[in-house]
């Protein structure tokens, strides 16, 4: 039996309802309503554009500390961008120019700014600013774009100091919870694997489901990795956590290893299975099944686990009886086609991989 796939709605579920977002989206509403409140009360700016205090906040939140300080730079450089823009096709209205071909203008040159990569967030607000501008500074233009500019970087300044004081974000835990997961979504997949060749029942469509499920949490879970090493920066309580992050990206890039191999393993097996191979036959086909199941079971060990050693020691037993049950198969052969030693090899690269991960006597074991 493949490992069960969770539905699109699920997924949609679990991001909206993580402990992470629903703290972000607290916090969000929190500086929104205070950026709200105190922009009126900024002396330079005309307190009926203090709308815009709200949006800098959203422009700045963002799940990490660090990433709510670059966005919101990058938004205020693109603003100040699309408002110089702005101004001159204000100005190219005073010169008599259409206003339709002044809207054309601003609009078509921010887009192309917007293909600047450098400005980051920034390139989506060229356009969008120049548009202000043009459209709603009406005959207050100094006193528009000034209020702008000022409203925004102010809810900016709100967004990053609530990211920061209340309970700055970080997720090295989560990353390293989601990294479990993937693990044992993979583990069962081997397992599946196992059981489809100790029945003998390898087919182009057993795994396909459950393959596309794992790619998609392999890229969910990479994004999280990341994400949680960027919220240790700027962040007071990432002091604490100095290993964790080089930790969770060394088992990430095993795991994404590990998925690549089960991978290129399933599509190997059903080629065998059609070509009658004979590392599906009845001689070698429980010696190959017990050989994936090891695997899967070291690689379901939690990192630096008591049983580790043990588990490592199973696996390579057991790829060299399926590598002895392949050569008594073919006729005791000194030397075994390449494609027959295929499965061999991937089985070696997923417990190679697993390896760093075995306790030593250095290691401590996880809490």
Known sequence: MTPPVMTAPARWLRAMTEPGRLLLALKTGIAAALAWYLAPLLPITDDQYS??????????????????????????????????????????????VPGVLALAAVVGVGVLFGGVQALGLGRDWVAVAALFVLLL????????????????????????????????????????????????????????????????????EAFDEALAELDQTATDVRVEVYEAD?????????????????????????????????????????????????????????????????????????????????RLEEANAALEQYLVALTQASDGEAAIAAHELTPAAFLRRTIDASAPFVRTDSAEAPD
Request: charged content about 20%; overall charge negative.
């Open 230 to 310: 960027e919220s240790r920066k700027v962040n007071p309580r990432g002091r604490r956590h100095r290993s964790k992050p080089e930790e969770n990206l060394a088992r990430l890039r095993a795991l994404e290893r590990t998925v690549f191999y089960a991978r290129e393993f399933a599509d190997v097996l059903e080629t065998l299975a059609h070509a009658n191979d004979v590392n599906l036959g009845r001689d070698v086909r429980p010696a190959l099944a017990e050989a994936i199941r090891t695997c899967a079971a070291l690689v379901a060990t939690p990192v630096h686990a008591d049983d580790s050693p043990t």
């Open 51 to 96: 709308y815009y205090a709200p949006l800098g906040v959203l422009v700045s939140m963002y799940p990490t500390v660090a990433a709510s300080a670059r966005s919101g730079l990058q938004a205020i450089i693109g603003l100040a961008m699309g408002i110089g823009l702005g101004l001159l096709g204000v100005a190219a209205l005073f010169a008599g």
């Open 137 to 204: 500074s009406g005959g207050d233009t100094e006193d528009f774009t000034l209020s702008y500019l000022v409203t925004m970087a102010f809810g900016v300044v709100i967004g990053v100091l609530a990211n920061f004081i209340i309970v700055p974000p970080l997720y090295l835990e989560r990353a390293s919870r989601r990294l479990s997961e993937l693990r044992d979504t993979l583990s069962a997949l081997l397992e599946a694997i196992a059981d489809h060749v100790a029945a003998g029942t390898v087919d182009a």
